[in-house]
Each structure stands twice: as structure tokens, then as C-alpha cells.
């Protein structure tokens, strides 16, 4: 009933608008709607938009309509409804200055998540799909997935709003104008937006499921894969490896490939992680080119090539990740860099202690030169050890990593205790010349 009276209220304001009695015009305005129309010239341009055009802008020159408004500010669905049936333009905003494109009633209602307008609107009008794929802002399934709605709430309200919010998405995945675009991959968008790895996972199965592009990027977005290498994803990684994404297509950006961005990912599930490496070197990824440039670079570069924090938060993960190249894909444990550093060098570099003794227990480790450098102090002789080391401890310029507080004799201590090697080096007071 409440709906009905709404429809009424809205019929007798456009007729009064259409025979220019703007006194009754505001007097059946619905109460929340009263600021759409305060002036004459506002009334005007609703009876052109009626008769002529049929688009109003509610203040000339800024493209917006009296759609968007309702639909926007006013949150009322019904009567955007009652507009369009009464020939209403589905476009909510005009080309502008200020926003050089359109939007139409499909995308606003997809952003305001109201799933019964934006299936009325699909099976009941016909929008042309030209103009459903806009410059920046793409098609209408990128409106649903924007993320504001779901900032600063409690749990609950954003547990809510993504249960309706994911049936609109789900909804529009069937319409093709209404889900790829030209212009934006809009399935990478789906894979960065702020949900839920589960919620993703159904939202590409569907995407597959249509038949939509799987290999598709522009300036804007990366590939699929390597946005879900990115967030190791394995179940939407599996998916897209078996229906036809190429594991060596690297992002425009950076050049870096699925694979490399696996390593460079942020994951403490050691299984998913290695999963997720072995599924894509077991669909042809190369782990020794993991970088589209002159430097070739491969997995162990990347992974070793991780801030210390990086590698500390996931510690385990990528322990388990290097023995995984090392021991299952055959990589050398004594394969050095362009500088001539060893990986097990560069792990003691980088602070990771478990690094560089899973490097060592695959067979790799330091150079003799390299434990020279670990343990250069030793040069100091005339100035005694004690008194170096307590420079080395006033100096800001202390090692990173688990030792971040231990003089260098320490930390020399340290890497000759974990090899085993160079006994004669264990006297860290003893003198000791290159």
C-alpha cells in the first residue's frame, strides 16, 4: 500500500509539473523527495525532461539527473522504477566537464546494491551496451563491487551487506554487457576487491562457467593469474590454469610473471603456497624466469630478494616454499646472483636464519670469500676485539635480521656453527688475516 501511495504522489506531481501548477507540484512531492525540485527553473527542466528529452539535470551543467537523485540521495528504488516506466531516460548522468562520461540507471542501482531494480531493469528495458561500458568506470558489475559500502561498519552489518551485495554480482555475471568489459578487466577487479577468498573463488567459477575471458588486461588492472598469484588464491589459480590461463603472461607494469608474483606474495600458509607453485610450474611455468627483462631472474631471486619483515611474518611459508624449488624442481642450492653472492650469503643478508639453513640442508652454501666479509673485524686486531666489538654495538649501523642486536663477531659465530665449516675460524678472538 505504502508503495502505491508513492506511485499516486509521484503521477500527480508530473502531471502538475505537465500542466504547470508548480503550487500542487510540491504539494504531492513525497516529504524526503521535496529537495529534488525548489525552484521554477528546476520544474522546467522536469516538464522537458518528460516531454522532450526525457533527462533532467537537477543543477544545468553538472550531467546529474533527477534518476540519480532518487536513486542516490533519496535511496528509493519504487519510484526510479515508476520513472522509468513512465519513459524516464535510463541515463542518471550526462557527459560533463567534471565527469567526461555516462552512467545509467544500471550502474547506480548495481552500486546501491538494489538487486530487484537491477533485475527489472535487465529483463523489462533494453540499454544499449555502448553505453553500459564507459571509460573509467567500466560496465556495471565494477559499480557493484565498490568497497565503500563496506568501511568503518560492525562485522555484522558488512557480513549483511556482502551476503545481498554478492547476489547482485551474481545476478549481473549473467549478462554478459553487464560483466566484461572492454575497457577494464573486470574479473582481476573482482579478485582485488575487498572480500572474502571463498566469496572470490564463486565469483570466478561463475565468470568461467559464462564462457568470459580468462587471459584479459589493460593499463589499469593485471591479468587474473597474477592477481590471484598475488593473494595465492589456489582454487581460483587451479581454475583459471584449466580453462586456458597462460602461467607466463606477466603483468604490463611490472613484467613480472605469475609465478614471480607468487613468491613476492604475503602468505603464512606454507601448503597453500606450495600448492599454488606447484600448480603453475606444473602448467609450464618456468621457475628460473620468472621476470619478462634482461635480468634473468628466478624464484629464489624474488624470495630472497623480500624485506626481512616479509620473510620473518611468513618464515615457514617460505622455508617450505625454497626447499620446494630446491628438492622437488631441482634448482642449484649453489646458484649465485650477478654479483656473485651465494643464496645462502644472501639469506644471512636478508636476517633469515631458516633461509639459509634450508639452503644448506639442500646442498647449498657460502663461499669462503663471503664468510671473510661476515667476518671482517678481525682486520681490527691492533684495536683489540673487545673494543671493536663494542664499537660495533654503539653503531647505528648494526645487522638486520634475528641479530639485529649481535656484534659481528656474533653473527660470525653464528653462520660458522650452522656449516660446520672453517673450525678454524671458531676462535672469533684469534688473529686471522685475508
Known amino acids: 500500500m505504502a508503495l502505491i501511495r508513492e506511485n499516486d504522489r509521484l503521477q500527480s506531481f508530473i502531471l502538475a509539473v505537465r500542466e504547470g501548477n508548480i503550487e500542487q507540484a510540491y504539494d504531492t512531492l513525497p516529504s524526503r523527495s521535496q529537495i529534488i525540485c525548489r525552484s521554477y527553473e528546476t520544474c522546467q527542466c522536469l516538464d522537458d525532461y518528460l516531454q522532450e528529452s526525457r533527462v533532467l539535470e537537477i543543477v544545468p551543467g553538472t550531467g546529474f539527473t533527477l534518476l540519480h537523485r532518487i536513486i542516490y ?79 568503518d561498519i560492525t562485522v555484522d552489518e558488512r557480513n549483511q551487506i556482502l551476503r545481498d551485495n554478492e547476489k547482485t554480482i551474481m545476478y549481473l555475471l549473467q549478462y554478459r554487457q553487464c560483466a566484461v568489459s572492454a575497457r577494464i578487466c573486470n574479473l582481476s577487479l573482482l ?23 580468462v587471459e584479459h588486461e589493460d593499463y589499469n588492472t593485471w591479468p587474473p593469474l597474477v592477481t590471484a598469484s ?103 642450492a649453489n646458484s649465485e646472483d650477478a654479483n656473485g653472492r651465494t643464496l645462502f650469503a644472501r639469506a644471512i643478508d636478508r636476517g633469515s636464519v631458516a633461509l639459509a639453513n634450508e639452503i644448506y640442508k639442500s646442498g647449498g652454501g657460502p663461499k669462503l670469500d663471503e664468510f671473510k666479509k661476515t667476518i671482517s673485524w678481525t682486520r681490527k686486531k691492533s684495536r683489540g ?44 678472538f684469534g688473529p686471522w688475516y685475508e
Open 191 to 213: 579478485l582485488e576487491s575487498k572480500r572474502d577468498a571463498d566469496i572470490k573463488e564463486r565469483f570466478t567459477k561463475k565468470w568461467i562457467q559464462q564462457s568470459y575471458p
Open 73 to 151: 540521495y533519496e535511496e528509493s528504488p519504487a519510484v526510479a522504477w515508476m520513472l522509468i516506466t513512465n519513459e524516464a531516460s535510463l541515463i542518471t548522468h550526462l557527459k560533463s566537464p567534471a565527469i567526461p562520461y555516462d552512467r545509467t540507471v544500471l550502474h547506480e542501482a548495481a552500486y546501491m546494491n538494489y538487486l530487484d531494480l537491477v533485475e527489472r531493469i535487465l529483463q523489462q528495458t533494453r540499454i544499449l551496451d555502448y553505453v553500459l561500458d564507459q571509460p573509467t568506470i567500466g560496465t556495471p558489475l565494477i559499480s557493484a563491487l565498490d568497497d565503500e559500502f563496506i568501511e
Open 385 to 428: 676485539a673487545a673494543e671493536f666489538i663494542q664499537d660495533k654495538e654503539n653503531s647505528s649501523t648494526v645487522p638486520q635480521g634475528p641479530w639485529a642486536d649481535c656484534t659481528l663477531g656474533q653473527r660470525a659465530e653464528f653462520v660458522i656453527k650452522l656449516m660446520g665449516k672453517y673450525p678454524e675460524l671458531l676462535d672469533i
Open 230 to 332: 598475488t593473494h595465492c588464491y589456489v582454487g581460483i589459480i587451479k581454475a583459471l590454469l584449466q580453462h586456458g590461463a597462460n602461467p607466463n603472461t606477466p603483468d604490463r607494469e611490472y613484467h613480472v610473471r605469475p609465478l614471480g608474483h607468487l613468491c613476492n606474495s604475503i602468505c603464512e600458509d606454507d601448503g597453500q603456497l606450495v600448492e599454488a607453485a606447484r600448480l603453475l610450474v606444473e602448467a609450464g611455468a618456468d621457475p628460473s624466469d620468472v621476470e619478462k627483462s634482461e635480468e634473468k631472474r628466478t624464484v629464489l631471486d624474488i624470495i630472497l630478494d623480500k624485506g626481512r619483515q616479509d620473510l620473518e611474518s611468513s618464515k615457514i611459508a617460505y622455508v617450505k616454499l625454497v626447499g620446494f624449488f630446491l628438492n622437488e624442481r631441482g634448482m642449484d
